[in-house]
């Protein structure tokens, strides 16, 4: 049981460069989201995920694209990157039951554009 | 809509002092309350949670916090700091559907002076 995984663990990218975020759990949880991590900010949610085929927008959603194909994976995409998407990326998973609530963090993947 | 407000970007104690600090909240329905640890460069660490029962609530390494829901508040205490303790702390709330994100706090960064 790995848990949440995210790859890479760095990331150096070039203004306009293209790139995708990958996000696994093996917990078969049903939901996941992304968030990134700005100094003074807190962690603020890009998309999110209630299931396999279904996405949605976070608070800070422009420059990023999420699709969810199995329960399994997450990935998300950085169409163009700008210096503004300069960040680190965490990935998460959760699963309620009744009052019982889990959520799991990945380890972060901290991305630099130039 | 859900929001945290954590009161103090920085707070410093020292050593063996009472740790507190503030997390105020805004939900229209029953939240699940939680604070997390976030060490430099590492991912982040469930701390404690509230999702229903006793009010005060025990998490690790000594801390504690209790959900007064007349005040909207989760505020986080330890007795006596230790250096260790020296990270940055999240306050984030969800709703007790648990089909929606966390929406976090914008951090405490806790300094703790020898």
């Known amino acids: 049981n790995a848990g949440v995984t995210q790859t890479p663990k760095f990331q150096v990218l070039k203004t306009g460069q293209s790139m995708t975020l990958q996000c696994a759990q093996d917990?078969?949880?049903?939901?996941m989201s992304w968030y990134r991590q700005d100094p003074g900010m807190g962690l603020r949610l890009i998309h999110y995920s209630v299931g396999a085929g279904i996405t949605d927008q976070g608070e800070v959603p422009n420059g990023y694209n999420v699709s969810r194909s199995t329960t399994e994976d997450f990935p998300l995409r950085l169409l163009s990157a700008a210096p503004s998407q300069t960040s680190v990326y965490f990935c998460?998973?959760?699963?309620?039951?009744?009052?019982?609530?889990?959520?799991?963090f990945g380890p972060g993947t901290r991305l630099t554009v130039t | 809509a859900q929001s945290v407000t954590q009161l103090g970007s920085h707070v410093s104690v020292s050593e063996g002092a009472l740790v507190l600090l503030r997390c105020n909240y805004s939900s229209s329905v029953p939240p699940y309350l939680f604070w997390y640890v976030q060490y430099p460069n590492q991912g982040l660490q469930l701390l404690l949670k509230y999702t229903t029962g006793a009010t005060l609530v025990k998490g690790i390494n000594g801390f504690e916090a209790e959900f007064k829901k007349s005040e909207t508040s989760f505020h986080l205490t330890k007795p006596s700091a230790h250096m260790s303790d020296a990270a940055e702390y999240f306050c984030a709330v969800s709703d007790q559907s648990g089909n929606t994100p966390l929406v976090f706090g914008k951090g405490t960064r806790l300094s703790v002076i020898a």
């Open positions: 917990m078969n949880h049903e939901y």
């Open positions: 998460a998973s959760s699963y309620t039951s009744g009052r019982v609530y889990e959520q799991y």
